[in-house]
């Protein structure tokens, strides 16, 4: 079982940045898939980011250029620098960790952590 906790959301101006981080209990570079989801108010939930074991990166087109995601082995910890935020980003941001354990993929997720963008 792996868990994973969210933090460091808030309240952000558009236009600004912030750093949110998800921790996990587990060694995450023995975590295959590392990923950010979001889900807005009214909406469905969406695959924001994510970060493979090898390190490949990709995005969703409504945050490329904006978004980066990245991971500190040392602290077992996955970031999502958020920068030129927009009203739109706002939603609760979960962290999802996706693991191949023989031929069956698990899923984790951590609790969420709201970030709201003031225009």
């Known amino acids: 079982q792996v868990q994973l906790v969210e933090s460091g959301g808030g309240l952000v101006q558009a236009g600004g940045s912030l750093r949110i981080s998800c921790a996990a209990s587990?060694?995450?570079?023995?975590?295959?898939?590392m990923r950010w989801h979001r889900q807005g108010p009214g909406k469905t939930r969406e695959l924001v980011a994510t970060?493979?074991?090898?390190?490949?990166?990709g995005y969703a087109d409504s945050v490329k250029g904006r978004f980066t995601i990245s991971r500190d082995n040392a602290k077992n910890t996955v970031f999502l620098q958020m920068n030129s935020l927009k009203p739109e980003d706002t939603a609760v941001y979960y962290c999802?960790?996706?693991?191949?354990?023989?031929?069956?993929?698990?899923?984790?997720w951590g609790q969420g952590t709201q970030v709201s963008v003031s225009s």
């Open positions: 999802n960790a996706g693991i191949l354990r023989g031929s069956s993929w698990v899923q984790y």
């Open positions: 587990e060694r995450i570079s023995s975590i295959n898939t």
């Open positions: 970060l493979s074991s090898d390190g490949s990166a």
